[in-house]
């Protein structure tokens, strides 16, 4: 740690910390308030604050504003040796008693929706793109909504029915190349949209979260921008995953 740390940021860092491990917590999972964590180490939530924001640089944990701290990243080496970050959306319906279920809802071709997502995915204002709708459930209840899009330009075909197997195995089959993805904004918002409340099995006005992610090959290549619609009361979030499906 770095010598700025100060002993009351370090007690602060080393209790939550030693949460996560004792409770067995991980990526997504919520943690205690700022204000209770201050109240238990009988310290100034300033003090909490400087230390979950030291954790947060390490990615050890995120903040989503106006909900709380989460536990970050958290990961395993497979048999190569290789990391690679726990899948949140499997991991969460297991950890349910359910089986993580993708199902293609609708797919199509149509010119990239903004300037904005063109130069996400560093591509022409009026190129092509795949756009998929994806619902993510365990077994028969639906925990998200995938509003996916890939560019036409870097896949001349793609068989759809795949990406209700595996979405990140099948792009790293049709290039050859590893995935990686970062997390680029999450917002709260109360849901209207008539097709999100009937998919997801909502009422109107349900507080949900949106995930707007940029997703890259490993020679940083971008080669989607999901918009995902998620039911945090199934669902927890993560930041930021390696690896995802």
Same mark, same amino acid.
């Given at each position: 740690m770095s010598?700025?740390? @100060?002993?009351?940021? !370090?007690?602060?860092i080393e209790f939550i910390l030693n949460k996560i491990n004792e409770d067995g917590l991980t990526s997504g999972d919520k943690l205690d308030t700022e204000i209770a964590i201050a109240k238990t180490l009988g310290i100034t939530r300033a003090t909490v604050r400087e230390a979950t924001r030291i954790l947060i640089e390490q990615e050890k944990i995120y903040r989503v504003k106006g909900s709380g701290i989460f536990v970050g990243s958290t990961g395993y080496s497979n048999h190569s040796g290789k990391f690679h970050a726990l899948s949140p959306f499997d991991y969460q319906a297991q950890k349910s008693g359910h089986k993580g279920v993708r199902k293609v809802i609708s797919a199509s071709?149509?010119?990239?929706?903004?300037?904005?997502?063109?130069?996400?995915?560093?591509? !022409?204002?009026?190129?092509?793109? %795949? !756009?998929?709708?994806?619902?993510?459930?365990?077994?028969?209840?639906?925990?998200?909504?995938?509003?996916?899009?890939?560019?036409?330009?870097?896949?001349? @075909?793609?068989?759809?029915?795949?990406?209700?197997?595996?979405? %990140?195995? %099948?792009?790293?089959?049709? @290039?050859? !190349?590893?995935?990686? $993805? $970062?997390?680029?904004?999450?917002?709260?918002?109360?849901? $209207?949209?008539?097709?999100?409340? $009937?998919?997801?099995?909502?009422?109107?006005? &349900?507080?949900?979260?949106?995930?707007?992610?940029?997703? %890259?090959?490993? &020679?940083?290549?971008?080669?989607?921008?999901?918009?995902?619609?998620?039911?945090t009361n199934i669902l927890h979030l993560r930041q930021i995953a390696e690896r995802g499906e």
């Open positions: 010598e700025n740390i @100060t002993e009351k940021q !370090k007690e602060v071709i149509i010119k990239v929706p903004s300037p904005a997502m063109a130069q996400e995915l560093r591509i !022409k204002t009026n190129d092509q793109v %795949y !756009k998929i709708l994806r619902l993510m459930s365990f077994d028969d209840i639906p925990v998200s909504l995938e509003y996916i899009h890939f560019p036409v330009s870097l896949f001349s @075909t793609l068989e759809f029915s795949q990406l209700e197997i595996s979405k %990140y195995s %099948y792009i790293e089959k049709l @290039t050859g !190349k590893g995935v990686q $993805r $970062r997390a680029q904004n999450v917002r709260a918002f109360n849901v $209207r949209d008539e097709d999100q409340i $009937r998919l997801l099995n909502v009422a109107e006005g &349900d507080a949900l979260m949106e995930l707007h992610e940029v997703v %890259y090959l490993d &020679d940083g290549t971008p080669f989607e921008v999901n918009v995902a619609i998620v039911n």
